[in-house]
Every structure is written in C-alpha cells, then in structure tokens.
C-alpha cells in the first residue's frame, strides 16, 4: 500500500475513534510510527488529511450504495439493506464528526454537503419511484417533496440539539426514523412487507 494510502487510513481511523478536532498531526505520526518531517512530505496540513479522507470515504460510500440497490429485491428491501449498512458505517464513528467538519473544515463539509444533496438524494428519488412501480409505494406521493423529507430526517438524526448522544443512540435513531418514513409512504402492500421486515403482526 502506498504511503499516502497508509496515512489516510490510520488519520481516518483515529478521527473515527476520537472526533476531528482531538486529532493532531502528532497523533497521526505517532499512529504510524512516522516521523512528522515523512508525514508533512505526503499532507502540508491536517485540513488536506481530513479532505483527502472524506473524498475516498464518500466514493466508497456511492459504489457500497449502488451495488446495494442492484442487489435489492424491492424499494422495501433496498431500505432495510441501506439501514444495516447504516448501523455498521456509524456504530463506532464518534459522535462529534459532523460538527468538527462543519465548524473546523468548512471546505470538506461542503463535499459532504454535496455528496448528500446530490448523490443521497437521486438514490431517494430512483427509490420512492421503484416503490411507487412495484405498488409498495403510494402512486399519489410528491416524489420530489417527499425525497427531500428524507433528506432532511438524515440530517437530522446527526443534530446533537434534536438528539442529543448520551441519550440516544445513533442506531436507534436511523431506525426509528426510517421505519417511520417507509410506513408513511407505503401502500397496504407495502406495509405487509415492512412488517414481515419487523417481524410484527398486526390486524389490518
């Protein structure tokens, strides 16, 4: 692997584990057993090393999502696919990532920020429709309101105001919220499937 791969990797592993802002180039240096004068050679700044970071992560994140949509047998099992990629993407990412990047790394928020208006939201889109012509979804949805609901409860489940870490957890947030949104677009046909999803049984 090449030195700047290695680099990357350690510095993404520690802000993943400690928050952006705790993590020196130091850090990344002692991480690596590397000597800072090696690492300034690869990255003039940290900034550069956070960018760099979250460039790679967010293409890896668009080739996980397509291939999780090819794969999908439904709008409905896409969505359950999506949320178990989504626990496992975030159970260990410290809970101060999104504000670090917003407050600290204005240039790599906006990448974020990109990534989510664009590539998060025709994946929205191409999914509400997908549902809508499997009949799981409602033919009378306003698909492009309705995607932008769901954009916006994604963000909002990173709102430490709204739900503040210590009390709920990241997990039981997307799930909640997402289980929400597909019983609120989906047909009586797509509720049934939901529930098999939910192992729940309730009277019609």
Known sequence: MEIKDRILNHAQSLFM?????????????????????????????KDQIVQASMTRHLMDTQGDCTVMMQAATSAIDELFRM????????????????????????????????????????????????????????????????????????????????????????ERVSQALLEHFMLGVSTLKGHRLINQYRHVTEEE
Do not use: C
């Open 83 to 170: 949320l178990e990629w989504t626990k496992q993407e975030f159970s260990n990412v410290h809970p101060s990532i999104f504000y670090d990047l917003q407050k600290f790394h204005p240039g790599t928020w906006a990448l974020w920020q990109a990534h989510k208006n664009e590539f998060i939201l025709s994946q929205i889109i191409q999914n509400l429709r997908r549902g809508i012509t499997e009949g799981l979804f409602r033919a009378d949805l306003d698909v492009e309101v309705v995607a932008r609901l769901r954009l916006a409860q994604i963000e909002m489940q990173f709102d430490y105001n709204i739900y503040p870490f210590r009390q709920f957890g990241n």
């Open 17 to 45: 584990r400690n928050g952006i802002k705790s993590v020196s180039m130091d850090d990344i240096a002692a991480d690596m057993a590397m000597s800072k004068k090696t690492l300034y050679k690869w990255f003039e700044n």
